[in-house]
Nanobody, 125 residues
C-alpha cells in the first residue's frame, strides 16, 4: 500500500502563490506516477497535474493550470510538490495527491490507486 498525506493548503489572494506538498510512504517502489487532483465546492474532482515517479522526467498538466502550476518530485524524500503561481479564484478547492501503480496508463488522469485526504486551498479575489 501507499499512504499519502498532503500539506501546504491555506488562504491566498488571487495572483498569489502557494506550494503544496505530498508525503508518500509505504510501497512507493510500486508507484508508476504521482498526480494532483482538485475538487472545487459543488463540483466534481478534476485532474491537475502528474509526474512519472520512476524513470526519466515526464509531466502532464491540465490545460487550466498549464504555465502556472509546476509539479515536481523528490524520490529520496518520497515527496511530490505542486507549485501554484498566479492563483485564480477558480482554484479554490480541496487538492488531493494521488498515486498510480505500475501498469497504469499515462497520463494517469483516471483510475488512480491511492489517495490522500486532501488539503484546502482558498483563493480570494
Amino acid at each position: 500500500q501507499v499512504q499519502l498525506v498532503e500539506s501546504g493548503g491555506g488562504l491566498v489572494q488571487a495572483g498569489g502563490s502557494l506550494r503544496l506538498s505530498c508525503q508518500a510512504s509505504g510501497h512507493t517502489f510500486s508507484t508508476y506516477a504521482m498526480a494532483w487532483f482538485r475538487q472545487p465546492p459543488g463540483k466534481e474532482r478534476e485532474f491537475v497535474a502528474a509526474i512519472r515517479w520512476i524513470g526519466g522526467s515526464l509531466y502532464y498538466y491540465a490545460d487550466s493550470v498549464k504555465g502556472r502550476f509546476t509539479i515536481s518530485k523528490d524520490n529520496a524524500k518520497n515527496t511530490v510538490s505542486l507549485q501554484m503561481n498566479s492563483l485564480k479564484p477558480e482554484g479554490t478547492a480541496v487538492y488531493y495527491c494521488a498515486a498510480a501503480l505500475y501498469g497504469s496508463r499515462w497520463p494517469p488522469v483516471e483510475g488512480l490507486d491511492y489517495w490522500g485526504q486532501g488539503t484546502q486551498v482558498t483563493v480570494s479575489s
